[in-house]
Each structure stands twice: as C-alpha cells, then as structure tokens.
C-alpha cells in the first residue's frame, strides 16, 4: 500500500522560504516518479516540479529558479524547497508519484498515488 505524507507546509511572508516533506511508504521508493502539485482556492491543481526516476527534474514556468525538488533515498521522502515565495504561491500542496508517469508530467492523470496535502500561505 503505497503511503505519502506531507509536511512542512505554514504560514510566511512574501520573500520568505518553506521546505515540504513528503514521506513515502509502501513501494520502492527510488525507483517512482515523484512530483508535487498545488491547488489554490477556486483553482485547478496545477503541477510545480517533478522528479524523474533518473534523476532529471522539471519545474513550471511560475517557479522556475525558486523552487527545488529533491529527494533523499536513504529516508524515502521528497523535497520542495521554496524561496522567494510571492502571495501566489499561496495553495494546498501535493505529492504525487507513480512506478512510472502515465503521461506528461504536470497531468493529474499521470500519478496513482496521491497525499492529503499541506497548506502554504504568503502573505504580503
């Protein structure tokens, strides 16, 4: 039973930095494809950054050069570093992963696995 928890989510003014967690459980953990998504209020959940089982990332335009996703094997939990948080930034965030992505990357259809998610909130 494949299991993700996020953490790390709160409450931070403009130009400030949070790190998420998402702790995996339940399946190989580095051989997945993981990403995060965020989903604002009245809005569709859109995809941030994702983490290829090789290794390779990808980021949306909108956090480009702020945000970094990473991972830690050993602990079998993912990363979102977030710096330079802007009010916009403000959303319920997601991990998300899957043995492999069933089709592009930001597509919500591309991941089987879903936590509860974490909520960010940047104030200005």
């Known amino acids: 039973q494949v299991h993700l928890v996020e953490s790390g989510g709160g409450s931070v003014q403009a130009g400030g930095s949070l790190r998420l967690s998402c702790a995996a459980s339940?399946?190989?953990?580095?051989?997945?494809?993981m990403a995060w998504f965020r989903q604002a209020p009245g809005k569709e959940r859109e995809g941030v950054a994702s983490l290829d089982s090789d290794g390779s990332t990808t980021y949306a335009p909108s956090v480009k050069g702020r945000f970094t996703i990473s991972q830690d094997n050993a602990k079998n939990t993912l990363y979102l570093q977030m710096n330079s948080l802007k009010p916009e930034d403000t959303a319920m965030y997601y991990c998300?992963?899957?043995?492999?992505?069933?089709?592009?990357?930001?597509?919500?259809?591309?991941?089987?696995?879903w936590g509860q998610g974490t909520q960010v909130t940047v104030s200005s």
């Open positions: 339940g399946y190989r953990y580095s051989r997945y494809c």
């Open positions: 998300a992963t899957n043995e492999r992505v069933l089709g592009p990357w930001y597509e919500l259809s591309s991941y089987k696995y």
